[in-house]
């Protein structure tokens, strides 16, 4: 006991600063991530946008995408203006572009607003990941990003059941409060003493020029760019959970079952979580990812601890997969609350060794040149994602574009989805002109298009980035 205490002593005040930034930034962000998708999809006399799901996706990964990306140009801007003044300049950006969401109902606008949060995000991220690399050592290294990485997750779970709580009032609320917790972070800045900086004896734009360089150098190594592909489709896969997983629970999955099971079993838990008319918010459900995280992350660490970086990958990757595509099998919300926790063990196996890994083939004149490229997949990863979550399932599982196409070969006609003719409005009249109740059609449109399909293609990502990365370990890989 006395060393583990040893060891927390070690660490400085702005070692706990940075840590509790990010905390509160991934409590404001995952608050409005989360919920993103529903919000851009719902009817919008249920406060949503009424988007489709094309526009949903291209706002969701190119915004992703940016925020991933730019780190790589951000981090040298962090570096040269300092650290302090830049994330206090995140914290503004962060703030501003929440407060704007609500206000922004049009595609246009709402995509140019996130463009300009994701901005914020990473201006912020590369300076926090920084901060924990510059004030632990080789000693506290090890638990130090381990303490960073518990932090995400319990932001991640936190935020976006506390906005769930503020959703029942109001979105707008949901926005306003991001905003909120992103501000506490700037009288918590005050206290933040900014690491020691290399002096950098080069103009900013030539940093820039060579960062790009740097990276040019790095993708030199074929076998190097094999390996950032093959988890770009990880990703893909991955970002499912955001993208897609909760407008499918919104459209498909009855959870008042879930909701008639809690009310017995945890009565206290369904005055929380449940809605009005006895269902539960398809982000709940979502959200017991990060919950399994916190609470089964050292154990799977432990476990597969001496596996191999590439071992653990091609594993999780696989059991990822197999998670990710059952949730999106069946209507039933209990079957996907197990394949959650299926996917999440292949996430805890997989997704931290990708760094590690990186970390480990890198040239050692190299390394901070490669880890430099760890985020290029999630970028990649990120915009397949989009297509998947946009046009795939636009085409093959959005209730809302089944149910027209439906219409259209029985000869009903009804109006065009506008302002004044929502989704709401659309269903009920469906309803009434095929003489069946909401439920009833639900299960028609189901059982005649079976929208579950869509799980096939996800699993043909999962499994095959699987294959990939088993094969390149044998035949790329000549120290294994």
């Known amino acids: 006991m006395s060393k583990k205490t040893n060891v927390f002593k070690k660490f400085s005040r702005t070692f706990w600063l940075a840590n509790s930034m990010e905390l509160f930034e991934r409590w404001a962000w995952y608050g409005v991530y989360m919920l993103l998708a529903n919000y851009l999809t719902k009817s919008t006399d249920l406060g949503g946008l009424g988007f489709s799901q094309e526009s949903k996706a291209m706002i969701m990964s190119v915004g992703t995408s ?171 896969m991955y970002y499912q959970l955001f993208y897609t997983l909760p407008v499918f629970i919104h459209q498909w999955v009855d959870t008042s079952l879930l909701y008639d099971y809690l009310e017995k079993v945890f009565p206290w838990l369904i005055e929380k979580i449940g809605s009005p008319d006895r269902t539960i918010a398809a982000e709940y459900i979502t959200n017991i990812d990060a919950m399994y995280i916190i609470l089964f992350q050292i154990l799977v660490s432990t476990i597969i601890m001496k596996w191999k970086p590439l071992t653990s990958m091609v594993t999780g990757f696989f059991v990822c997969s197999i998670g990710m595509s059952l949730t999106l099998f069946t209507n039933n919300p209990f079957f996907i609350l197990v394949s959650i926790f299926i996917f999440g063990l292949g996430e805890m196996a997989g997704s931290p060794k990708i760094t590690e890994y990186i970390g480990k083939i890198a040239p050692k004149d190299k390394i901070a040149l490669y ?98 990365l088993f094969v390149y370990d044998k035949f790329l890989v000549r120290d294994n």
Not at 114 to 132: E, H, M, N, Q
Not at 220 to 232: E, G, H, S
Not at 374 to 392: D, H, K, Q, R
Not at 427 to 453: C, I, S, V
Request: charged residues 15%; glycine residues 8%; hydrophobic residues 50%.
């Open 371 to 468: 880890m430099g490229c760890a985020f290029l997949p999630v970028t990649l990863g990120s915009f397949l994602a989009g297509y998947i979550s946009g046009g795939v399932y636009g085409r093959m599982a959005d209730k809302v574009t089944l149910l027209q196409k439906d219409l259209v070969l029985k000869n009903i006609s009804v109006p065009e989805l506008s302002d004044s003719f929502t989704q709401t409005d659309l269903f009920n009249k469906a309803g009434e002109l095929m003489n069946m109740t909401q439920q009833e059609l639900t299960n028609y449109l189901w059982n005649t298009y079976h929208p579950n399909r869509i799980w096939i293609i996800i699993l043909f990502i999962g499994v095959f980035a699987s294959l990939l």
């Open 66 to 236: 940016i925020l991933y990306f730019l780190p790589i140009i951000t981090g040298a801007i962090a570096d040269r203006y300092g650290y302090k003044r830049i994330l206090l300049l995140a914290f503004v950006i962060y703030s501003i572009g929440f407060i704007a969401m609500p206000y922004c109902r049009s595609f246009g606008s709402f995509f140019s607003i996130f463009i300009f949060v994701a901005i914020g995000g990473a201006l912020f991220k590369p300076i926090i990941t920084a901060t924990i690399s510059k004030t632990t050592d080789d000693t506290t290294s090890s638990i130090g990003f381990g303490i960073y990485y518990w932090m995400v997750n319990v932001g991640a779970f936190i935020g976006p059941l506390v906005a769930l709580h503020f959703s029942k009032i109001s979105y707008t609320f949901v926005f306003y409060l991001s905003a909120v917790f992103i501000l506490i972070n700037i009288p918590v800045l005050y206290f933040y003493k900014e690491p020691e900086r290399k002096s950098l004896d080069i103009s900013f734009k030539k940093s820039i020029v060579l960062v790009f360089k740097n990276i040019w150098v790095a993708i030199q190594d074929y076998k190097f760019v094999v390996f950032l592909l093959i988890v770009a489709g990880f990703w893909s």
